[in-house]
């Protein structure tokens, strides 16, 4: 059971004391005790009110300022799936269905408001949790997520990511509970998550191991059977569609590239059909590991058909497992490479200036979509908006984002500073012969956001939109890990809050 922090014990104490009296009083009245509570709960959670009032703010000027949206170019693809609803070989469904439910509004600047109150709401998913932590840590915790400009611009750009963030916030605030049914609803998140993001998978083995390790084997599987039948579906669906086993097609093609900022065909020895994947150029003239999947010059691309052909994907698969088998201390030394941007104090241009640029709240709208799947994907969107698609950029919200955008952002030392501070404080406390809080609850948000971080850096490449959603995870592992031990209490050795009624209970 959740241990108790100050607040809780001078509120249970209260009720102790007078919860006959508090009862009796609220029946006859109740309407002018409402007031003075609501009072006493603002004052109390004052600090996180003023950020969540500002982060409120941010999230109006981003809607003010760039009318209705920000585009991106997977947004294209996104849009075409939602008039023609069948699995995407580079992409799962999972965000294009999110728009399809919105499509009765024909508005993307409503999809945009509804991604900046997820942001909003994973800040007060976050706060509660930490109600463990002391409540300026628990206020801490928020504060990237609702704060960071950067966060702010990724909710108002047409992209999965917003939606898998708060997915994933809110099966770690589930996780954090005991309440009967938790474990379905875990799961169903972490099903959702992965068919947004493929990403989520390994998240699924993350929360059945935390599960486990509390003993809790019936949750377990509860949460295996909700997470895996709908994922199981989609890739029976993925299957009808292509023939293909899996989630996606391009799992292949993008560990190839991934590879290609090390691979060394002298070393490897490839046959004969790998060889055509091969870049003779040394690995520090080679370009970011992207542009070996869309760059026209690429190896792979030069092949006859589409990338994603299952044969091409074959191919390039067997080419990544051979550089990763041949030359597995150079994998790990590009890995960490990669994840090594994360923490970066400043903030490069990174893969390239096109893609950076989608990050930062532009000066000018942006010109129309180039590639052709982008051009259809482009009169999808107008079937979607009825009417024009685009950018209004309106000032002067928009040069205040744009202000604050250039001063407000997370940098990467204070990210790992928080990554860190969890096994720290766990340590001292083993070696101080105390325990650790409440069962390590900092053990479940701080794995998730350490697999959210390495598994893009491991599979694909380090980028900067694939670092939010761990943020708000790592900070909430940081303020869980330093809470107040709770010990036995004086008088009967029973672990704090055990005989509270379950009225108080967290």
């Known amino acids: 059971m959740p241990e108790l922090d100050r607040e809780d014990v001078r509120v249970t104490e ?28 603002a004052r109390r959670h004052r600090w996180f009110l003023v950020v969540l009032a500002l982060g409120t703010l941010l999230r109006a000027l981003a809607m003010l300022g760039y009318r209705p949206a920000l585009w991106f170019p997977d947004t294209y693809t996104y849009v075409v799936t939602v008039f023609h609803p069948r699995p995407d070989l580079v992409r799962p469904a999972g965000y294009s269905m999110f728009i399809k439910l ?15 109150l997820m942001g909003l709401a994973a800040g007060v998913l976050i706060y509660r949790v930490a109600r463990r932590a002391p409540r300026w840590a628990a206020t801490l915790a928020t504060v990237p997520v609702l704060l960071d400009a950067y966060q702010v611009e990724l909710e108002h750009l047409l992209v999965s990511d917003t939606l898998f963030m708060f997915l994933v916030v809110s099966a770690v605030a589930l996780g954090a509970t005991r309440r009967t049914g938790a474990a379905v609803a875990i799961g169903l998140l972490l099903a959702a998550a992965t068919l947004t993001r493929t990403v989520g998978q390994p998240l699924i083995v993350v929360f059945a191991a935390w599960f486990l390790l509390r003993r809790r084997f019936r949750p377990t599987g509860a949460l295996l059977a909700a997470a895996l039948v709908p994922v199981v579906a989609y890739g029976a669906w993925f299957y009808v569609t292509y023939q293909r086993v899996g989630l996606v097609g391009a799992n292949g093609v993008f560990l190839y590239a991934r590879t290609m900022s090390f691979a060394d065909c002298a070393r490897m020895d490839p046959p004969a059909d790998l060889k055509v994947l091969c870049d003779p150029r040394p690995p520090e003239q080679r370009p970011p590991s ?48 990669e994840l090594a941007r994360t923490f970066r104090w400043d903030r490069p241009v990174y893969p390239d200036q096109e893609i950076y640029a989608y990050y930062e709240f532009p000066v000018t709208p942006p010109g129309p979509p180039g590639r052709y799947p982008a051009q259809r994907g482009a009169e999808f969107a107008q079937r979607y908006e009825q009417g024009a698609i ?21 940098p990467g030392p204070v990210l790992l500073a928080a990554l860190l501070v969890p096994p720290v404080a766990a340590l ?22 350490i697999v959210l971080l390495i598994t893009p850096a491991a599979a694909a490449e380090f980028d900067y939109r694939y670092v939010l959603p761990a943020v708000p995870l790592a900070c909430l592992a940081a303020a869980l890990s330093i809470r107040p031990d709770l010990r036995s209490n004086a008088e009967g050795g029973k672990e704090f809050g055990d005989n509270i009624p379950p009225y108080v209970r967290s």
């Open 102 to 116: 919105l499509e009765p509004l024909h508005s993307f600047a409503a999809v945009a408001a509804v991604q900046h």
């Open 390 to 410: 685009g950018t209004e950029i309106v000032e002067p919200y928009a040069g205040w984002l744009r202000a604050y955008q250039s001063m407000a952002r997370l």
């Open 428 to 449: 001292r406390r083993r070696r101080s012969g105390g325990r650790l809080p409440g069962g390590a609850y900092w053990a479940l948000p701080w794995s998730t956001a």
């Open 14 to 41: 209260e009720v102790r004391a007078d919860g006959p009296a508090m009862r009796e009083q609220g029946r006859g009245r109740g309407r002018r005790r409402v007031p003075r509570d609501l009072g006493s709960l």
């Open 290 to 337: 992207q542009e070996y999947i869309w760059a026209k010059d690429a190896p792979i691309v030069q092949l006859p058909g589409i990338t994603f052909t299952k044969e091409t994907d074959d191919l390039a698969a067997r080419f990544a497992a051979r550089a990763i088998l041949t030359q597995p201390l150079d994998y790990a030394a590009s890995v960490l490479g």
